[in-house]
C-alpha cells in the first residue's frame, strides 16, 4: 500500500473511531449541555469520514475500517470505564486522551507521509486540527 493510502486510512480508522465512540458516549452522558457538544463533535468526525470515504474511492483504494475486534474492545473499555463514572467531567477526560493520540498520531503520519498529495497531507491537518480543537472544548467540561 502506498503512502496516499495508508494515510487516507489512518483518517478513515480514526474518523470512525471517533463516529463509533461518540456515538457511544453520548447515549451515556445525562448532561443536556455535554450532549449538546458530543453531537457537534459528532457531526465533524462523520464529515471527516465521509471525506476520507471519497478521496479513497476517487484514488482506487480500498477502505479499511476497524476491526470487529477493535469496536467490541473499544465498546467494553467504554463501559467498563463509565460503569461507576458517567459524568461529563470523566466523559471529557476519556475524549481528552482519545483526542491527544489522535494528534500524536496525525503529527507521525503527517512526517511520515509528508510527500503525500496535497488534498491528502490536507485533511490530515484538519483531522489533526478538529482534535486540538477537541481538547481545548473539552476542558471546559472537566
Do not use: C, W
Request: proline residues 1%; aromatic residues 8%; charged residues 25%.
Amino acid at each position: 500500500m502506498n503512502g496516499n493510502a495508508e494515510m487516507l486510512n489512518f483518517i478513515y480508522q480514526n474518523s470512525q473511531m471517533g463516529v463509533e465512540t461518540i456515538e457511544h458516549l453520548a447515549s451515556i452522558t445525562e448532561n443536556a449541555n455535554f450532549k449538546k457538544h458530543l453531537q457537534s463533535q459528532y457531526r465533524e468526525y462523520k464529515e471527516i469520514h465521509h471525506a476520507a470515504r471519497e478521496m479513497l474511492n476517487k484514488n482506487g483504494y480500498d477502505e479499511k475500517g476497524i476491526s470487529a475486534f477493535e469496536k467490541i474492545r473499544t465498546y467494553l473499555m467504554i463501559n467498563l470505564q463509565t460503569i461507576t463514572d458517567k459524568s461529563a467531567s470523566h466523559i471529557a477526560e476519556m475524549l481528552i486522551i482519545g483526542s491527544n493520540m489522535g494528534v500524536i498520531n496525525a503529527i507521525k503520519n503527517i512526517k511520515k507521509y509528508q510527500n503525500a498529495e496535497p488534498d491528502i497531507l490536507g485533511l490530515m491537518k484538519k483531522l489533526q486540527k478538529f482534535e486540538e480543537n477537541n481538547i481545548k472544548e473539552l476542558k471546559a467540561f472537566l
